[in-house]
C-alpha cells in the first residue's frame, strides 16, 4: 500500500489527554492524524470539578478539557489532524497498515492505531456485592451535583472520585453514606475523617425499587452477616472503573490491555493500559511516547 493509500500516518482513538498528546506529538513529527471520538473533546475532564497534580498549574478539569480542544482545533486548522465523531468498535493490525472499524461502517487506515479510550464505569451488574434489577445503572457521583442530592443518598462503592468529588464541593453539606466492600477498605481511608462520609462497611446489598415512598429499598448486609434495610431517596455508582477494550485488542485477565502484547501497529496509550498509570500526567506521556515509538520505527513508516 503506498503513502497516498493510507487515511492518515496514525489513526488515534479517543481525545482525552492521551488522544491528544498523540496528535500533537504527531503534528510536531509532520505525521497526519485522524482522532476518532464519539463525544466531546477531554470528555471525561469536562465532568471533573477539581484535578491535582497536573503540571502548569491546571486546578479544574473543564478547563484542561478546553486547552486539548483548543490545541486539536489549532491541528485542524492546520491541516494536520482530522477530528472524526464515531466510536471505534474494531482494530486490525496488518503487515502493511492497520485498519480502524468505526460504528458508523466506516473502515479507516494508517500506519498504525494509538488506543487512548481510557476506562469506563463499572456497573453493578460487573461486581458480585451487588443484586440489582435488571438494567439497573445509577448515574455516577463524581457526575452528581450536590443540588440535586435531596433525601437520603446511598453511594455503592468506595472509589477514588469520592475524594475527588468532596474536594470539589468543599461547601456541600450533602450527607454521602458509602457502602463499602472489603475490597475498598483501603480506598475508604482516606476520606474516613470527612463527616459528611458515613462509612457503612459491607459483605452483600441487594437493591430493589419500592412500591411507595422513597424509591429504593436497599437490603445491607454487613460483615457479619447482619441486614438492615434502608429507604433510600438516590443511589450513585462509585463502583471503580474498568477498560474502555474493543474487538482486536489484547486483554489481560484484569482486562487491561498491555502494550507489549498488542499488533506492533496497535499503540495503547493513557488509562486503558494499566489500572496503576491513570493519571493526567502519565495518559499524556505515554499518548506523545506512542506517537515517538511510531516515528523512530522505521519499519512502521516504510509503506
Ligand atoms: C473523578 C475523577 C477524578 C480524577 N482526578 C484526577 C486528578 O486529580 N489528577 C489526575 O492526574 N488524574 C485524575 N483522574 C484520572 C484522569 O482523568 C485520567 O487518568 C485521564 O483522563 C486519562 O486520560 P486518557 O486519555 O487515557 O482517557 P480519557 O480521559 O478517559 O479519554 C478517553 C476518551 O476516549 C473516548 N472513547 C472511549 N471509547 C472509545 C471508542 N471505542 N472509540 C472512540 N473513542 C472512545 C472517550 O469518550 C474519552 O473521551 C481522575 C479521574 C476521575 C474519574
Known amino acids: 500500500m503506498s503513502q497516498a493509500q493510507f487515511d492518515a500516518d496514525l489513526l ?26 464519539p463525544a ?5 475532564l469536562h465532568r471533573i470539578g477539581s484535578v491535582e497534580n497536573v503540571p502548569g498549574g ?10 486539548l480542544e ?6 485542524q486548522a492546520g491541516g494536520q489532524c482530522r477530528l472524526v465523531r464515531a466510536r471505534a468498535v474494531r482494530v486490525t493490525g496488518l503487515d502493511d497498515r492497520a485498519e480502524l472499524a468505526l460504528d458508523d461502517g466506516h473502515v479507516l487506515t494508517g500506519r498504525v492505531v494509538v488506543v487512548a479510550s481510557g476506562v ?8 458480585p456485592w451487588t443484586s440489582v434489577p435488571h438494567h439497573f445503572e445509577p448515574a455516577p457521583l463524581w457526575r452528581a451535583s450536590p443540588d440535586h442530592l435531596t433525601g437520603l ?13 468532596l474536594r470539589a464541593h468543599a461547601d456541600a453539606r450533602t450527607q454521602l453514606n458509602v457502602l463499602c466492600p472489603p475490597g475498598d477498605d483501603y480506598k475508604a481511608a482516606e476520606v474516613a475523617a470527612d463527616e459528611r462520609v458515613r462509612l457503612v462497611p459491607v459483605s452483600h446489598v441487594a437493591i430493589t425499587r419500592s412500591t411507595y415512598g422513597p424509591p429504593w429499598t436497599l437490603r445491607v448486609k454487613d460483615r457479619n452477616g447482619q441486614e438492615t ?4 431517596t438516590t443511589v450513585l455508582n462509585n463502583l471503580g472503573t474498568k477498560p474502555a477494550a474493543f474487538e482486536g485488542l489484547i486483554q489481560g485477565a484484569d482486562g487491561y490491555c498491555p502494550p507489549p502484547k498488542q499488533h506492533p501497529r496497535i499503540l495503547i496509550a493513557g488509562d486503558i493500559r494499566s489500572a496503576r498509570y491513570q493519571r493526567i500526567v502519565t495518559a499524556q506521556g505515554s499518548g506523545a511516547e506512542a506517537t515517538l515509538a511510531m516515528y523512530y520505527d522505521l519499519a512502521l513508516l516504510r509503506p
Open 12 to 37: 488515534i482513538v479517543g481525545a482525552g489527554p492521551a488522544g491528544v498528546a498523540a496528535a500533537v506529538m504527531a503534528a510536531s513529527l509532520q505525521l497526519h492524524t485522524i482522532v476518532v471520538e
Open 40 to 44: 466531546r473533546v477531554g470528555e471525561k
Open 58 to 67: 491546571w486546578s479544574a478539569g473543564p478547563e484542561l478539557a478546553a486547552a
Open 70 to 75: 483548543q490545541d486539536l482545533a489549532q491541528l
Open 120 to 127: 469506563s464505569e463499572l456497573l453493578p451488574a460487573d461486581t
Open 153 to 165: 443518598t446511598y453511594v455503592l462503592g468506595a472509589d477514588r472520585p469520592l475524594g475527588t468529588w
Open 229 to 232: 434495610a434502608y429507604a433510600v
